[in-house]
């Protein structure tokens, strides 16, 4: 069980991008797998697995694109696990197990195993 847990983020070219533990990591909910440096990653008080690449893209060459550095691509694979709120006015991400008594409530509903938000 995750308790909540919040981070600043910065948007850097569109693309958020908040630390964990000292690595930069920046939240992909398009991309299936997380991928990093280092085997794996702690959030939410547990330890997910990082990949060194997925489809030959790997953290350095993610880090050229976005033009920032980049330690850890964190994918579906991780986010799908929690509930995740972000406040784009204080640029605050909060992860946790039931977050739905803090803000608005958005409907969802599941693709694949993850949930989609309505656009609107």
């Known amino acids: 069980m995750c308790k909540m847990q919040?981070?600043?983020?910065?948007?850097?070219?569109?693309?958020?991008?908040?630390?964990?533990?000292?690595?930069?990591?920046?939240?992909?909910?398009?991309?299936?797998?997380?991928?990093?440096?280092?085997?794996?990653?702690?959030f939410c008080g547990r330890d997910f697995p990082l990949k060194d690449d997925y489809m030959g893209v790997d953290v350095v060459s993610l880090s050229k694109l976005v033009g920032a550095q980049i330690d850890v691509l964190m994918g579906m694979d991780i986010i799908g696990h929690h509930d995740c709120l972000m406040d784009p006015d204080t640029?605050?991400?909060?992860?946790?197990?039931?977050?739905?008594?803090?803000?608005l409530q958005v409907p969802v509903s599941q693709f694949m195993g993850y949930r989609l938000f309505p656009a609107g």
Request: hydrophobic share 35%.
């Open 6 to 42: 919040e981070f600043e983020y910065s948007l850097v070219d569109g693309h958020i991008i908040f630390d964990i533990e000292g690595k930069k990591t920046l939240l992909d909910t398009g991309a299936p797998i997380s991928i990093g440096t280092g085997r794996s990653i702690k």
């Open 91 to 103: 640029l605050h991400l909060t992860f946790g197990n039931d977050l739905s008594d803090l803000q």
